[in-house]
């Protein structure tokens, strides 16, 4: 069994894919837009959104995440979740925190955890919640 995360950006995913391309280094699997959906029933494609991105896959390291426009509407309220980066060092953790907190908020500085030697939170320029995580100590 395998959860992928499906994430709507609200008019926001194609901007949100090149940024993860730059910062996490990410690559698109699959991309539909709109436009390209052969039997879009009436109301089923957001007035103007005919280059919107309507599906995409884009993996990041060993994940998928699914991602799409949505409907459109300019507010995705990403609440409730976040998704979590396992870095393979402290200095990875450090360039990945910095990489995705850029024209975010940063929630919980990067720092030793009793339960990491590297863990911090923040919401990225698009406001999907990410914690970045290294080397979680062993439980006992």
């Given at each position: ?5 499906y994430?709507?950006f ?11 391309k730059?910062?996490?280094d990410a ?10 959906c ?6 089923s ?10 599906h995409?896959?884009v ?9 799409s ?33 850029v ?5 919980m ?10 863990f911090g939170m923040?919401a ?6 990410w ?10």
């Amino acid at each position: 069994m395998n959860i992928q995360p499906y994430v709507f950006f609200e008019g926001r995913a194609e901007e949100a894919i090149e940024f993860y391309k730059k910062t996490l280094d990410a690559k698109v699997e699959m991309l539909l837009r709109f436009k390209e959906c052969p039997d879009s029933q009436p109301g089923s494609v957001p007035p103007g959104a005919a280059e919107k991105i309507m599906h995409a896959a884009v993996k990041i390291g060993d994940s998928t995440v699914l991602m799409s426009d949505g409907h459109c509407s300019g507010n995705a309220p990403f609440q409730g979740f976040s998704l979590t980066i396992q870095a393979g060092s402290d200095a990875e953790a450090k360039k990945l925190f910095d990489a995705l907190s850029v024209g975010g908020q940063v929630r919980m500085p990067l720092g030793k955890t009793f339960f990491a030697s590297a863990f911090g939170m923040l919401a990225d320029k698009f406001g999907m919640g990410w914690m970045v995580i290294a080397s979680p100590m062993e439980s006992k």
